[in-house]
């Protein structure tokens, strides 16, 4: 009797893979983009749809052009996800382009030109709404405050056909800032707080989702739903949210505290903006995030830190795709620097001394 | 037991928790393997040297009879498992991955398995000196058990230059689907309980600790009971966990302290031993008996049914196959120990070996073997090494062909327990890199050894070859002057004549 000819141990497996991993980030993600799809109707499904079908499209050309083999790579769901997330992260009305446009920076440059999965510095998705965000600036903003499905807000199939796919804005969106737009705006005007708050979405409203913002991170509910069932599947640890959102906690909290009148408080920014989808699902993408325990707290309270530092004094209003591609940037880094103590030696890696036992080893 | 409850175990980092399917044998008491019609006997069986051949082709032998001799400090000797015929002394399939030939004494059972009349069982084994078990457990040809085949003896005489306190036997069986120490502990506990007394005297510590994972409730039991009377044994529960096994890691969780880098777990007054070896032990003092058979489990997907059986070193692995009634179906792999860290075997024509406690034969959905995909850095692996390794950026320095690389991120400080590969969901042969390493890295210490060894040859050679001239110059300078010298004598002589 021959067998086959034997590689090495072990020879049985926890029966993980890659495909079931994404797979289950991507269950996690399905409650708050159903919700987004409620939410924003019609032009926020054919929006995901166009941007997911042009990320799995990308990934294939890029595969056979490298000479992958195109099935099981494309098989493995990472296209997939690296498409939804991206599309999570887009106004929920903006013209399918923009998506596919998207799309395209995600996998081609931000994925396959570091050579495909696992290689990549920066997150795709990130690679991707990052470049948006500067290169077409006024899409990228343009939200509309939720019109749910079937109700008298909502545009029919038709309409929705024509804000995706159609000429800019013939239906009359109600297009609203999001709430730290708003507040970024009437901030930046010397307008107190207090009134600045007064016309934006409450938080309740945050919490829930019914607010203008992305397709699919105004449900910090929902979002954080998913993020536990992560959690609970082991697919992500609890070190990069919790220091990312405690870090962003403790530093709004400390200014609110400060100066209640400039300063938005702990609640407002982490119910807001990508902040809760950002600690749960984008910073903790295991290929640009660092590989020890240790690194993963230091790369989430980074990353906390820079969302406080962008949202509150640069630039744009909304900081978490910056600030976890810089910490992304970090991360080669902090893997370098905080490798696991090896066992039977020191931190330095010299063997522990026990010469105390007469041994001569 | 009580004490059991009360004992504080310590945490150590990483592991995983496969799936254990010790159910498939756990409840198969041990049998006595019935004798097969050829034994093949390999000469090396340990760590070390091998043994040399006392006997030659057509030799009768008894059962227990010396058939090799130790050759060395670090080398063990080879018994006649059964009476029976010397049929030859040559190659046969070694009981590894390669199933290269290698020296092999086969014997043929003439069915009387009659035991030598030398036997040398001592009364009062407790009155004999530390060396003396030593010496008795070397000459019984007792090996580490459970795996390793470290020889015993040398590690019974660690006391000469460590100062040791404890004795840890390792029960912790925690590779899936093993159940031999498990039935042994439940089976022999007596016996099992008087080598370990033995041991811990021939090695002069002040506690026993027997380490049984928390999944072996009834050998917990059993041991607990058989060790009642005496206050210095503790059976302690451990909790289930691969690679509980690992010495190393054993001994942090009894006691908290990491063995240093390089060293043993002597380094730390500790000295660990298995299940098995007690039993061998036991044998070898009371009754005189060597180690010329030992317990195994086959079992696996692919068995028909999985058995515990006695098995006389030498049976071919077929014949214990047979015994099982068989595979269901053709195994994908076939499994010398467990899943986790066992050797591959090329075919069941193998010898069952002094290292040897399992045979599996896995099916497809056992292994569970799938596409390697390429590294997602998920480290999986990082969390999972009980060494605090880096797995997956060792790998990728050995890819990339950096040997040197990954010895700095601690290649040589990897037990190979394969728990990255486990988890990997890419399904990298994580641990197949670093055997390829090692190998590697032996390898060219080899080479360097040879390349020093040659040119220091070439060296001694040109200075001997230098010297030899400068002899034969001297030896012909010398002849010169006693020629010169005898012309001048002579022509001296003639002169004289010539003026007389």
Known sequence: M??????????????????????????????ATLFGFYLFGWPAIFLFASTLLAAVLTEALALRLAGK????????????????????????????????VGSILAIAVGKQMFGGIGQNLFNPAMVARVALLISFPLEMTLFTTPAPLFSDQAPDLLQSLAITFGNPAPYDAVSSATVLGHLKTELGRGVNLEQA????????????????????????LLILLGGLFLLYKRVISWHIPLAMLGTLAALSGL??????????????????????????????????????????????????LLVYIIRTWAGYPEGVAFAVMLMNGCTPLIDHFLKPRIYGRDRRGEPLNYADNGGNN | MAAADRFKLFRIRGGVHPQDRKQLSAEQAIEPLPLPPLLHIPLQQHIGAPAEPLVRRGDLVKKGALLAASQGAISAPVHAPTSGRIMGVGGYPAHHA???????????????????????PVVEPFNLPPDEIARRVAEAGIVGMGGATFPSAVKLNLRNRYRLHTLVINGA?????????????????????????????????????????????????????????????????????????????????????????????????????????????????????????????????AIRTPRNLRVPLGTPLSYLVDYCGGFVREPSRLVSGGPMMGQPLPS???????????????????????????????????????????PLEMAAHIRAGSLDGSVKLGLLDCIGCGSCAYVCPSHIPLSHYFNYAKGELAARQRAQHKQN????????????????????????????????????????????????
């Open chain 1, 2 to 31: 021959t067998i086959k000819p034997p590689l090495s141990a072990p020879y049985t497996h926890a029966g993980t893979s890659i495909s079931r991993t994404m797979g289950l980030v991507m269950l996690a993600l399905l409650p």
């Open chain 1, 69 to 100: 083999p195109v099935r099981p790579f494309l098989l493995d769901g990472s296209a997939l996800l690296t498409g939804w997330l991206l599309a999570l992260t887009l106004p929920p009305w903006a013209p399918w382009w923009i998506g596919v």
């Open chain 1, 197 to 220: 708050a007064a016309g934006s979405a409450s938080l309740w409203q945050l919490t829930w989702g019914q607010a203008a913002g992305s397709l699919g991170e105004t449900s910090a």
């Open chain 1, 255 to 304: 200014f609110h505290l400060l100066n209640p009148d400039h300063y938005a408080g702990p609640l407002t920014h982490l119910l807001s903006g990508a902040a809760i989808l950002g600690a749960f699902f984008i910073a903790t993408d295991l290929v640009t995030s660092p590989s020890t325990r240790r690194g993963q707290l230091l790369f989430g309270a980074g990353c906390g």
């Open chain 2, 98 to 120: 390669s199933g290269l030939s290698v020296r092999t004494i086969t014997l043929k059972p003439d069915g009387q398995d009659e035991w030598i009349d030398t036997l040398d």
């Open chain 2, 173 to 301: 069986e925690c590779e899936p689907y093993l159940t031999c120490d498990d039935r042994l502990m439940r089976e022999q506990p007596e016996q099992v309980l008087d080598g370990v007394l033995l041991m811990a005297r021939a090695l002069g510590v002040e506690r026993i600790l027997l380490a049984i994972e928390n999944n072996k409730p009834a050998a917990q039991a059993a041991m607990g009971e058989a060790a009642q009377a005496h206050a210095w044994v503790t059976v302690v529960g451990l909790p289930t966990r691969y690679p509980m096994g690992s010495e190393k890691h054993l001994v942090q969780t009894l006691t908290g302290q990491e063995t240093p880098a390089r060293g043993l777990t002597a380094d730390i007054g500790v000295v660990v031993h298995n299940v098995a070896t007690a039993l061998a032990v036991h044998e070898a003092l009371r009754h005189g008996r060597p180690l010329i058979s030992r317990v195994m489990t086959v079992s696996g997907g």
């Open chain 2, 348 to 390: 069941t024509r193998v010898p069952a070996v002094k290292g040897s406690n399992g045979l599996l034969a896995l099916t497809d959905e056992e292994v569970r073997a799938d596409r390697e995909m390429p590294c997602i850095r998920c480290a999986s692996c990082v969390q999972a090494c009980p060494c605090g390794l880096v």
């Open chain 2, 453 to 500: 060894e040659t040119k220091r040859l070439a060296e001694a050679r040109s200075l001997r070859l230098e010297a030899a001239k400068k002899a034969k110059r001297a030896a012909m300078l010398k002849r010169k002057q006693e020629q010169q010298a005898k012309q001048a004598k002579s022509a001296e002589a003639a002169l004289s004549e010539t003026s007389q």
